[in-house]
Each structure stands twice: as structure tokens, then as C-alpha cells.
């Protein structure tokens, strides 16, 4: 295997304090204490800094034995989802577990949240790094075990071009609202022959670009670009950034393609 930048692709990035929420500040029963202010309504925060005062909170509940964090995400046309705060810091499920087992390593998980890609590729002896805009994922991935580091997909990325696997999982496809371009960065970040393991909606789904925002009890997001797209919609911005599907994962309800660069 050719080594990414010396004897390993993410020697020296792990390593953080032992509490997953240590030094975040402002996280206290209420997932957003103390971003309101104000009586008419709900406070509007960056996206990331909610996201990761969220997923602070939903973490130290979790150890708490504390009620869940409430959340959701509202689209553009209205529409709302839960935020899946509990799966992202849970166990993996059967899809989580059947990308893990074909991921080649070195692995690069790009939006990879608190990290159980991640421990479960390393539990598994394979190297992997996370990338994902929130630091406090980042610094609860770490809690984990795994290597992730703060940053943009589309930003410097440690190693480019040299990744045997690259994860869009839990609905990453989504990033930047554009999914041919995300997947052409992704394309971008992989070695030659490597795969994209990417979860798409069920079959049927629509295939859209759109914008959202995330909502908690006392906040609410910015709006920002977003986009789904269905298994039935991926072959096009697949081809369009060069990569091309070899297999689709069905498994607990969620699919994953497998996309092949040449």
C-alpha cells in the first residue's frame, strides 16, 4: 500500500482529553443555554455551532442516562425531520457495519461527525481519517479513538488523491447542495482505483437540491444548501464527476452505493 504522508495517513492527528464535551463551555441541560436572548423568538446561530452544541449535549445526556436532545431539520419546502442526534453517537447498524466491512483502508470519512465510522474501521484495523466542519465532532471523535480533524471537504485535506475509500454516509451527499461537485472533490481526494461509499434515499425518492436549516427548542440555523438524492438519481452526477457505480448496499432500511474511480 503507498503510504500517505510517511509510515502512516493520520500518525500524530488522534489524541484528545478525556471527556468528550471538555472545554466546549456553554453546554448545559438545555442543548442551546443561553443562545436565545430574546422574547420574540427563537435565536438564529451558524449552522455548525449548533450542530455542535447539540451533539455536546446529546453526549453528555447519553452518559447522564438524561433525556434525548431535541432537534429536527426543516427543508425549504416546508417539511420536517429529527435530527438523528442518538444514532450518530450510538453503535453502528447493519448498513453502517456492511460499508465498514468493504472499505478498503486508508479511509477517508468526510463529514464524519462524532465518529463511529471511524472506531469501528480502526476496531477493524483499518487506518482512517475523519474530516468534518464541527469541532466538537471532531473532538468527540477523538474521544472515540479515532483521527478526525476540523475542516472543509473542499478545503486542504491531509493526504488528497491517495485514499483507497472515501465515506459520504448518514446523508452527506448533501454537502454544498451540489452532488456532482461534491463527488468530483470526492473523486479528487481518492487514489486511483479507489471507491466512494455513498448513502442515497430509498428508491423512488426524488432527487433535489434544496436548502435547510437546523431547529432546536430555543435556536434555529441559518439556512444553507443542501441536497438528496435517491438511488435511482445517482448515476448522473456519479458520471459527471467521473466515477461510476459498481454495486448498491441495501441494508436496514438504507442504501449505499458503491461508486469506483478508474
Known sequence: MTNLMGSD???????????????????????????????????????????????????????????????????????????PLDRWLGELDPADLAAVAIADAPVLDLGCGPGRHLAALRAAGKRGLGVDLSPVAVRLARRRGAAAIPGDVFGSVPGAGRYRTALLL????????????????????????????????????????????????????EWFAWARVGVDGIDAPAAAAGLTRTATLAAGGRWIAVLARP
Open 9 to 83: 495517513p493520520v500518525e500524530g492527528l488522534g489524541g484528545m482529553g478525556s471527556d468528550p464535551v471538555e472545554g466546549l463551555g456553554g453546554v448545559g441541560s438545555d442543548p442551546v443555554e443561553g443562545l436565545a436572548g430574546v422574547a420574540s423568538g427563537p435565536a438564529c446561530v451558524r449552522a455548525d455551532l449548533l450542530y455542535g452544541r447539540l451533539l455536546a449535549t446529546a453526549a453528555q445526556r447519553a452518559l447522564d442516562g438524561g433525556p434525548p436532545a431535541r432537534a429536527r431539520v426543516r427543508f425549504s419546502d416546508g417539511s420536517l425531520e429529527p435530527l
Open 170 to 221: 448518514d446523508g452527506n451527499v448533501g454537502i454544498g447542495g451540489s452532488p456532482a461537485l461534491l463527488l468530483r472533490r470526492t473523486r479528487e481526494l481518492l487514489a486511483p482505483g479507489g471507491t466512494a461509499l455513498v448513502e442515497l434515499d430509498p428508491p423512488g425518492a426524488p432527487t433535489v437540491r434544496t436548502r435547510i436549516r437546523l431547529e432546536a427548542p430555543e435556536a434555529v440555523s
